[in-house]
């Protein structure tokens, strides 16, 4: 109560005054309603106690018990958990083989002069099929063994990294095949 009544007086100086003019002495705007805070206190218990008296007995301090390195958990190397939607292995490889594809579709496009759909449809598609199982399985090897993709990633080379350089490779490689489709002809 007695915060919302300090709150009144200071808005009434506030608006009383000369220089705003909207409020004279008998009369009060309120623009909006003050709700008192509640306050938190806090209350502690503590209790000091100095040990560096004379006469006190040093009481040996307590050891921290060395703690064991953190163990990694174990990687489930299940064909459902490597292949599951958040699984390590569809994204990852969807993202090596997008990488690779672009830049070969790019390098085709520049050496011949064809687009993407020209390059599939004159013998590329066993390339592609081929390229494709070699790299998928390259890729799960590991994952079958138990090893985790973030093992092998380094300052440079992370795995986030790779990750966000497959995602750009994929959206580039359907962008090219869309601009060359509506432009009828090839992109470079």
Excluded: H
């Excluded at 200071?10 to 002495?25: E, F, H, I, R």
């Excluded at 063994?145 to 350089?165: C, K």
């Amino acid at each position: 109560m007695a915060a919302s009544s300090s709150a009144m007086q200071m808005q009434s100086l506030l608006l009383a005054s000369p220089m705003t003019g909207l409020a004279s002495k008998r009369q009060m705007v309120q623009f909006y309603n003050v709700k008192p805070m509640p306050r938190f206190q806090r209350k502690f218990n503590i209790q000091v106690r100095c040990s560096a008296e004379e006469g006190d007995q040093k009481e040996p301090m307590p050891t921290a018990k060395p703690s064991r390195p953190p163990v990694s958990p174990k990687v489930s190397t299940k064909f459902s958990d490597v292949f599951a939607f958040s699984g390590p292995a569809p994204e990852r490889i969807n993202g090596r083989l997008a990488m690779v594809g672009f830049v070969a579709a790019l390098a085709m496009e520049l050496s011949n002069g064809q687009d993407v759909l020209t390059q599939i449809s004159n013998g590329g598609f066993p390339l592609f099929v081929g390229t494709s199982i070699v790299l998928s399985l390259a890729s799960l090897i590991p994952l079958f063994r138990g090893e985790t993709v973030e093992s092998r990633s380094g300052q440079f080379m992370s795995s986030d990294a790779e990750l966000w350089n497959g995602r750009f490779a994929m959206l580039g490689l359907v962008a090219l095949a869309f601009t060359e489709y509506v432009k009828g002809g090839t992109l470079v």
